[in-house]
């Protein structure tokens, strides 16, 4: 069965950096393209970041764009969210996610597997 397992959340200050983990069992991330969605509370859960199979293509949410990156540990079979610039909007539960596809996508609805969240709270 296949399970992905966030950590790397916690309480950080306004202008901090984080990193998010995510591993997975039982299934290979070189073969399917992943991504990082967030819920805030009262919120929908909405989209973050994308990586395509190969980490060649890459999408962002325009609120995330030029202080988040994703990318892939292949040898470790991970992928990661670094967190820069952070602000207290960001606070969030962050989800791994992972789509039967090898290309990106930014809906909900397209993605087959998620892990159970990680927090991550940004202070002011």
């Known amino acids: 069965q296949v399970q992905l397992v966030e950590s790397g959340g916690g309480l950080v200050q306004a202008g901090g950096s984080l990193r998010l983990s995510c591993a997975a069992s039982?299934?290979?991330?070189?073969?399917?393209?992943v991504a990082w969605f967030r819920q805030a509370p009262g919120k929908e859960r909405e989209f973050v970041a994308t990586s395509s199979w190969n980490g060649r293509s890459t999408a962002y949410a325009d609120s995330v764009k030029g202080r988040f990156t994703i990318s892939r540990d292949t040898a470790n079979n991970r992928v990661y969210l670094q967190m820069s610039s952070l602000k207290p909007e960001d606070t969030a539960v962050y989800y791994c996610a992972v789509r039967h596809d090898l290309d990106i996508a930014t809906q909900k609805h397209e993605y087959n597997y998620w892990g159970q969240g990680t927090q991550v709270t940004v202070s002011s």
């Open positions: 039982e299934l290979t991330f070189s073969s399917y393209a």
